[in-house]
């Protein structure tokens, strides 16, 4: 059973993908933590530029060209700016210890491929086999979101899945329509600074950006 | 059925690895010196060492049981044991089909548990406490070496180190994310099996950080010479174990003697580059506390079951 050497290359930087949302699960220091991001936005538009180069879509080329202008560059530059002006530099703080956290990460990865294996068995596809892997990291992003008590690493966490959803649309189906593309980016990048504001808001209100004092905004 | 040829390179390759250990070991003393701007000891040095205390007499505790005196000797066998099993010169060794890999994570386990016995037999407390931080060590370390082990063990359709190393090394080349995966595992758990630099300082007798130190720290003369000696030849078999899964290629077949110089010169060039980047990871790297070497090894432990996984999903 051989196959071509892109499809060998997605693979490794499929793998390499998930690798990076396991060390971003496990990271302890928010800079770091938007060092991986910008790595995973890296490893997102070579993958995307071989599955463009080796199926010929041009628009693909695009997508990967946004990827690295957005989600190499400007997100993790907006958010050094953010957490620089916020002054937040502490060690993020974890709701589960790290190692169990890693423990519902493999649990989640087995639920993912074998959610995805009937889907790429039927499918004839170069990156047939990276759909596991996308779905996996979505939802170890999503673990990340609810483990992570701050804000800020909750918003990195977001971002990360959507890099898994790209990530998913490109295995599935070569890529949305770059329209869509377009829009989710515009997207991304109108979120991250509308959540850049929220974190002052935040702050201001309750001195830290730690979310758990929002539930005493709830009224019985 | 008896090979004549087969047997010898069995005894060859045996006794190589068990005269060449040292030498591997000093060699990676001696990188480690350059790398952090120190005269370098000779690269002989563990040899004189092991010379000099086994010219001395052995001081035993009073209180002392045999087993004290015996583990040695246990871990001299094992990690012989262990250096015949492992492909080092040539695949395909008349002794190889004794044991496959699991038995050879048993051979380390069981030198693992009489070095703790051995240390707790004396009642210092140095003794016991380097024995439970060991087998805290070890109890995480062995899941992720077997887990590492399995993935090249999918790969090939063998547990048999020797069927491993032969599929591994007559492939085409292919890129393996699973193997991948599992290079990272094994290498962390070769850190930390190997008392090295994250979990463990070999060169410190600091009370507070010491962990196989701590372990034979009542042995003395032949004794200690025995379990250096050890040591050293559970690093080697542990590089070669990384070589033969990960880098395969350039090693003999048995009975094959025009392969040989060809076998023996690869071997030496990838241990050569290999003791140069444990002594470069071990310069760069700060020792981590003891709480910490759980969160290490669950990070190999993730490494060698992701790379599993990996290997499901790319070739299902």
Redesign the interface.
Known sequence: ???P?TS??V??L???L??IA?AML?QRRILTLIKLFAWQGAALAVSTALVAYSTGQAHLYFSAALTVLLKVMLIPWVLHRLIDRLDVRWDVETLIN??AT??I??GL??FA?SL??PI??MASMLTR?TL??AMASILLSFLMMIVRRKAVPQVIGFLAMENGLFFAATSATYGMPLVVELGVALDVLVGTFIFGIFFFHIREQFDSLDIRHMEKLKED | MSHFPDIAFQILQSVFVVLAAPLLMGWVNQCRAWLQNRSAPSIWLPYYTMAKLFHKNAVIARNASPLFRLTPYILFGCMWLAAGIVPVLATDLPFAPAADIIALVGVFALARVFSALAAMDVGTSFGGLGARREMLIGFLAEPAMLMTLFTAAFISGSTQLTTIVETLAHR?F??Y??L??AAVAFLMVLLAENARIPIDNPSTHLELTMIHEAMILEYSARHLAIIEWAVAIKLFAYMTIGIALFVPWGIAAAGEWSALPLAFGALAAKLALAGAGLALLETLLAKLRLFLA??FL??AF??A??GM??Y?????
Do not use: D, K, W, Y
Request: proline share 6%; glycine share 4%.
């Open positions: 059973m051989e196959q050497l060998q290359l693979n490794l499929a793998a390499f998930l690798l396991f496990s790290i190692p890693m423990l990460g493999i990865v087995i491929f995805a294996a790429s068995e086999s596991g892997i | 085409e292919a890129i994310p699973s991948a995966f759980p969160e669950s990070t993730l490494l079951v992701l996984l990996t499901f999903l790319t070739h299902s």
